[in-house]
C-alpha cells in the first residue's frame, strides 16, 4: 500500500495545496495514479516530473485505469501525444524528445489543453512555458539509500479548478 | 459540368458534400464532439453511396487549407490527399476563412469570420462583397480579439461575424462594437462543405489546382507578443 505522508494547504495567496505520498513498488506507484485517474475532469491538465526511469509512465498507467481506460499504456515518446477514450479522453504526452516548445504549437498542443479530455504530460517541465499555469504537478523522486522501489511522489495543485482535488483523494484513499 | 467532393474538418464541424455548378447533391455536417478521425471516412462513404457515385465520378476533391484546428486540418487533408491518390483526381485547397465569408454571398457590411485560436486569439481575415466577388481587406491573420476589435472599430458600418469564434467571444465583442455586431444565423454561422465545394469549382475551371502530393495545409502563427505575455504571467521573465 502507498503512504500518505502529509498535506499541506498554502493557499492562503493563490490556491495551492500539496499532498506527498511514499511508493514502495510500481504498484503503488499505479494506485495513486489510479486514484488520481479516477476523479480527474474534463480540462484537467497533470504534469507529470521526475528523471527517466523515475515512474512517470508507471503512473500514467494507473491513471488510464482511474479512467477506466483498458488498453496498453506506453510513453508516447517518438509519437509525442497518445490519445485513448475512457469516462472522458485522455491525452498523454511525452515531451522528452521535444527540443524547441515550437514543435508542440506545430503538434496543435493548444487543442489538447483546452479540449474535452485530460492532458497527462510526461517531462511537463521541459516544455513548462506553454502549459497553463493552473494545473496538477506530480513529482516523482529515487531515494537510492532508501531501496531501489522507493519513490517519493509530491502532487501540488494550482488553481481553484483543483481545489476539491486533494479532498477527493482523501475520501477515495478511505475507501482504499 | 464540374462535379467536387468537398471535405472541411478546420473545427468542431466535419462538413462532406458533393456540389456541381448549380446544385448541392448531398451534404452531411455534424456538430457533435470532435471525432473527425472516425466519422470522416464512413461520411463520404455514405454520402457517395446514396448518390449512387465512387470517387472516380468526381471531377476533383476539395478540402479546406486553413487556418483552423491543427488536428482537423491534418485529419482532412490526409483524407483529401489519400483520395486524389487512389483515383487519381485533382486537389483543390481552400482557405477557411474565405469559405466562411463566402457563406454571407451578397452581404452588405463587412464580413468577419473568426475561428477560435484559444488563449484569447483567433484567426480572421476581413472581406467585402465587391460586386460579383469577395474583396479581401485584411488578409488572413492570427491576433488577439482585443486587436481585431480594434481593426473592426475603424470600419464604419456594420460587421457580420460567424465561425466558432462568435461563442467563444460574442459578450467581448458585443461590448466593444455595440449594435454594429451582426452575428450570422445558425444556418450560416459554421464551416460547410459545400461552401469549400462552391469555391473550389470557380478555381477547377481556372485550371488552378494543388499538387495533392506536396500540398500542406497553412497554420497562422499566433502573435508572438501574446506568448511572452504567458511567460511574464508565469514570472519567467
Ligand atoms: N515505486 C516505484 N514506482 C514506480 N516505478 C517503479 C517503482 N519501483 C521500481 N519501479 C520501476 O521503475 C521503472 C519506471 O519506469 P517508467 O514508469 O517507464 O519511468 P518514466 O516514465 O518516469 O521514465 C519501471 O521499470 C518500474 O518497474
Ligand atoms: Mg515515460
Not at chain 1, 137 to 150: A, C, H, L, P
Not at chain 2, 200 to 228: C, H, T
Request: charged residues 25%; contains cysteine.
Amino acid at each position: 500500500m502507498p503512504v500518505l505522508l502529509s498535506i499541506w494547504n498554502l493557499s492562503i495567496r493563490k490556491a495551492v495545496m500539496i499532498m506527498e505520498f511514499l511508493s514502495n513498488s510500481p504498484e503503488d506507484t499505479e494506485d495513486i495514479g489510479r486514484i488520481l485517474g479516477s476523479i480527474a475532469q474534463r480540462g484537467y491538465i497533470v504534469c507529470l516530473e521526475g528523471e527517466l526511469g523515475a515512474g512517470k509512465t508507471q503512473f500514467a498507467k494507473g491513471f488510464a485505469k482511474g479512467l477506466g481506460i483498458n488498453e496498453h499504456i506506453t510513453s508516447p515518446t517518438f509519437t509525442i501525444i497518445n490519445e485513448y477514450n475512457g469516462r472522458i479522453p485522455l491525452y498523454h504526452f511525452d515531451a522528452y524528445r521535444i527540443n524547441d516548445v515550437e514543435e508542440m504549437y506545430e503538434i496543435g498542443c493548444d487543442e489538447y489543453f483546452f479540449g474535452e479530455g485530460v492532458c497527462l504530460i510526461e517531462w511537463a517541465n521541459l516544455i513548462e512555458d506553454i502549459i497553463p499555469k493552473e494545473n496538477i504537478k506530480i513529482s516523482i523522486s529515487k531515494d537510492m539509500e532508501q531501496g531501489v522501489y522507493f519513490r517519493k511522489i509530491t502532487l501540488e495543485t494550482s488553481g481553484e479548478k483543483y481545489e476539491p482535488v486533494c479532498r477527493k483523494i482523501i475520501e477515495k484513499w478511505d475507501i482504499a | 459540368m464540374t462535379k467536387v467532393l468537398a471535405l472541411d474538418t478546420s473545427s468542431a464541424v466535419a462538413s462532406v458534400a458533393v456540389v456541381d455548378n448549380t446544385k448541392i447533391l448531398g451534404e452531411i455536417t455534424y456538430n457533435y464532439k470532435r471525432q473527425h478521425s472516425t466519422i470522416l471516412i464512413p461520411m463520404i462513404d455514405r454520402i457517395l453511396s446514396f448518390l449512387d457515385i465512387t470517387v472516380k465520378d468526381v471531377d476533383c476533391i476539395a478540402c479546406s487549407s486553413g487556418p483552423g484546428s491543427f488536428t482537423g486540418l491534418r485529419i482532412g487533408a490526409a483524407t483529401a490527399k489519400g483520395l486524389c491518390h487512389g483515383a487519381d483526381k485533382p486537389l483543390i485547397g481552400i482557405p477557411t476563412l474565405d469559405s466562411l465569408a463566402f457563406n454571407m454571398a451578397y452581404a452588405n457590411g463587412i464580413i468577419c469570420p473568426i475561428i477560435d485560436a484559444l488563449r484569447g486569439n483567433v484567426y480572421t481575415a476581413v472581406y467585402r462583397w465587391e460586386k460579383d466577388w469577395l474583396k479581401k481587406q485584411e488578409d488572413y491573420m492570427a491576433i488577439s480579439l482585443e486587436d481585431l476589435m480594434a481593426k473592426l472599430k475603424l470600419y464604419d458600418e456594420d460587421v457580420i461575424l460567424l465561425g466558432d469564434g462568435i461563442f467563444a467571444y460574442r459578450e467581448k465583442i458585443v461590448e466593444m462594437l455595440g449594435s454594429r455586431a451582426k452575428f450570422a444565423p445558425v444556418s450560416m454561422n459554421m464551416g460547410r462543405a459545400s461552401s469549400i465545394a462552391a469555391l473550389a469549382i470557380k478555381r477547377y475551371e481556372k485550371g488552378s489546382f494543388d499538387d495533392y502530393m506536396s500540398f500542406v495545409p497553412f497554420y497562422l502563427r499566433k502573435p508572438q507578443a501574446e506568448r511572452e505575455y504567458d511567460k511574464a504571467h508565469r514570472g519567467l521573465v
